[in-house]
């Protein structure tokens, strides 16, 4: 099955393709640029981009997207992350993070779904917490900062282990089960 992702992140689409290639979804990637509604609401959110990316394309596609709800800051920046993580990026975002009264936060991916009759979405999230600075590789936005409960090490030390265990993994398995069911996909 084929089924075209629209991103323009290079990061997201190797994890998507890495993550949905062993269930047989071949991922086409579709780079348009989507101005994104600027809201904490990530369903909101997703629901935007994919109408957009839907009207734009007139074929079944998904988009994504990925937000921290820090626990310190009452659960956000959540639909804001992007916005907050360009201003302060690693070291400052650690330092910022690591000063509040607690440094759990929540990752969570949202993946809407247009089939060009319904729209469906598919949630994944993990726990964690952020470290005193930022470790590992810093290509990858936030990956660098995000230790996942369970772990000794951030998304950016964890390599490929992260497809197993994240929160993207989590909502595209959801995903991927809806597609292999052989729903109107």
């Known amino acids: 099955m084929n089924i075209r992702f629209v991103s323009s992140n290079k990061h997201k689409l190797e ?8 269930v ?13 509604l600027q809201t904490n609401d990530v ?7 994919l ?19 820090i626990e ?15 201003s302060l990026l690693a070291d400052r975002f650690t330092e910022v993070v690591s000063n509040l009264s607690s440094p759990r ?14 729209v469906h979405y598919f949630d994944g999230e993990i726990p964690g ?15 660098c900062v995000f230790i996942p409960v369970g772990e000794n090490q951030t998304f950016a030390e964890l390599g490929s282990k992260k497809n197993e265990i994240s929160m993207r993994r989590k909502a595209l398995d959801k995903f991927a089960a809806f597609l292999t069911r052989g729903t109107s996909a």
């Open 43 to 49: 369903r909101k959110l997703v629901q935007d981009k």
């Open 129 to 143: 917490h952020v470290p005193k600075e930022p470790r590992g590789n810093r290509n990858f936005q936030w990956d």
């Open 105 to 118: 936060l929540i990752a969570k991916t949202v993946i809407g779904y247009c089939d060009g009759k319904l």
């Open 15 to 22: 994890e998507v393709t890495a993550i949905l290639a062993p």
């Open 72 to 86: 310190g800051l009452n659960g956000l920046p959540a639909g804001l992350t992007q916005i907050f993580w360009d």
């Open 51 to 69: 109408i957009k990316a839907f009207h734009e394309i007139g074929r079944p596609l998904f988009v994504e997207h990925t937000g921290l709800y």
């Open 24 to 36: 047989g979804v071949k991922v086409i990637p579709t780079a348009i640029k989507i101005e994104e």
